[in-house]
């Protein structure tokens, strides 16, 4: 539930801040008339992003056993990369974000409403689709799909409630904190994810030491217990790890968080006499 929770609302606040922006600069700018072509863009952002969760749902439950642990081993393996790809991408791009969606807001007005919408889609259905995968991805890791789907939505009402209330300005929010933080977060979950993929990939055969345990401890604490489930969603615990989980655990989490907390050098202007 709580790794979820964060999930929709980190995902869910970049969704909200992207509209926010896109809506005040078309207010500012007196162009109202074109917030039904900009909600457009967003409402099919929106059903894209759930028709992929419900695909993905279907799909596996078609599946062959072997072809869930394949299609379940990849799309967890997939999920991994595109949400760090996103952390470090908002990570250097959250300041430049504002200017950069002006600019393609304004080259969309010359092409009309529909582009305007095309460009609102694009906006925000990279997010919804990441959601979508890293939550299916998190749904099967922690296999308690009430308590999952439950932190899903208080983190989409929690997010779209923060979204509202910055660009009304009625809540300061230290965006750059948050945003570190929840990246955190992210990575912590995605090590998790990562963990599940290499265990069905081990199940299918195509990664060794499936039996060779790092730890079982399924004698006194049940894979399907609070304990080990919230464990399971939250840091990717498993009462059965073998070796070569853990090492990629390991390996993802320390390395990318040491790249994402590393301080980044800026250049230094040079000034010429």
Do not use: C
Not at 171 to 182: A, E
């Amino acid at each position: 539930m709580l790794s979820t929770f964060i999930i929709a609302l980190r995902e869910g606040l970049e969704a909200a801040l992207i509209v926010g922006i896109l809506v005040a600069y078309l207010v500012k700018s007196n162009r109202r008339r074109l917030l039904p072509a900009l909600w457009s863009g967003v409402g099919i952002a929106v059903v894209a992003s759930f028709a992929l969760g419900g695909f993905l749902s279907f799909t596996s439950a078609e599946l062959s056993p072997r072809g869930q642990q394949f299609f379940s081993g990849t799309t967890s393996l997939l999920a991994v990369v595109l949400v760090t790809a996103m952390v470090f991408w908002m990570q250097r791009a959250a300041r430049g974000l504002r200017d950069d969606l002006h600019g393609k807001v304004e080259n969309a007005l010359v092409a009309g409403p529909i582009a305007l919408a095309t460009t609102a889609f694009f906006a925000v259905v990279r997010e919804g689709l990441e959601t979508a995968l890293f939550v299916y991805t998190n749904f099967k890791t922690v296999g308690v799909a009430s308590a999952a789907s439950i932190g899903l939505l208080l983190g989409l009402v929690a997010s779209v409630t923060l979204g509202y209330l910055i660009y009304n300005r009625s809540v300061k929010l230290n965006l750059t904190k948050f945003f570190t933080y929840t990246g955190m977060a992210l990575i912590i979950v995605a090590a998790g994810v990562l963990s599940y993929g290499i265990h069905e990939y081990q199940e299918l055969g195509w990664l060794p030491g499936a039996d060779f345990f790092a730890w079982d401890i399924t004698s006194w604490m049940a894979q399907d217990s609070l304990l080990a489930t919230f464990l399971a969603g939250t840091i990717g615990f498993d009462t059965t790890t073998s070796w070569t989980q853990l090492l990629g655990w390991s390996l993802f989490l320390g390395l990318t968080l040491w790249a994402y907390l590393t301080p980044k050098k800026v250049p230094l202007s040079t000034t010429h006499g």
